[in-house]
T-cell receptor, first 116, second 115 residues
Framework: AQSVTQLGSHVSVSEGALVLLRCNYS??????LFWYVQYPNQGLQLLLK??????LVKGINGFEAEFKKSETSFHLTKPSAHMSDAAEYFC??????????????FGKGTTLSVSS | GAGVSQSPSNKVTEKGKDVELRCDPI?????LYWYRQSLGQGLEFLIY????????KSGLPSDRFSAERTGGSVSTLTIQRTQQEDSAVYLC?????????????FGSGTRLTVV
């Protein structure tokens, strides 16, 4: 069975500082990996995804994530935080090869706070 | 429509009452998903519809929960005899494929409060 662990339910950074949100997954088959962002009172918005190919993927708003198979990780980073990045971030996993079509499995989320 | 639409946006109901939550997916999206988001619990998968196939109901927490999707489009999630632990935000999402390549498009959710 697949699972996702997001280390740290709450991360606080200063404006301009590096953002690092951690995600580790468990999957018996090659995974598809996603990061979503949720702003207050809104639905989730896709930030970026890894399916196949290049392991460093770039998304919207300057975020990127690197798929590291050996570490079963897909950490989200941004070089310089903006106040507008304050939101909740969710990592999700789906299997690559299943024909059954399972739904995405989400982590419990990490709330990012950005201070001036 | 342009996005996934959910109604109502907020619902307060008394314990023991039945509620219906509606989801209008993006036109042409064959897959539709319901998730429940509780504080500190992330997103809990409830049910998944794909085209005309039988839905994957493996995430429904009890037989008080049911969902249907009419005509491959609009979906209704029904909770019977609501309990206080049902209070949560219910999110609907849709996707063109199974969502594994392009991801999902989410609605803004229905915040359900059971008093």
């Amino acid at each position: 069975a697949q699972s996702v662990t997001q280390l740290g339910s709450h991360v606080s950074v200063s404006e301009g500082a590096l953002v690092l949100l951690r995600c580790n997954y468990s999957s018996s088959v090659p995974p598809y990996l996603f990061w979503y962002v949720q702003y207050p009172n809104q639905g989730l918005q896709l930030l970026l995804k890894y399916t196949t190919g290049a392991t460093l993927v770039k998304g919207i708003n300057g975020f990127e994530a690197e798929f590291k198979k050996s570490e079963t990780s897909f950490h989200l980073t941004k070089p310089s935080a903006h106040m507008s990045d304050a939101a909740e971030y969710f990592c999700a996993v789906s299997d690559q090869g299943s024909q059954a079509g399972t739904a995405l499995i989400f982590g419990k989320g990490t709330t990012l706070s950005v201070s001036s | 429509g342009a996005g996934v639409s959910q109604s109502p946006s907020n619902k307060v109901t008394e314990k023991g009452k039945d509620v219906e939550l509606r989801c209008d997916p993006i036109s042409g999206h064959t897959a539709l998903y319901w998730y429940r988001q509780s504080l500190g619990q992330g997103l809990e998968f409830l049910i998944y519809f794909q085209g005309n196939s039988a839905p994957d109901k493996s995430g429904l927490p009890s037989d008080r929960f049911s969902a249907e999707r009419t005509g491959g489009s609009v979906s209704t999630l029904t909770i019977q005899r609501t309990q206080q632990e049902d209070s949560a935000v219910y999110l609907c999402a849709s996707s063109l494929d199974r969502g594994r390549v392009k991801g999902y498009t989410f609605g803004s959710g229905t915040r359900l409060t059971v008093v």
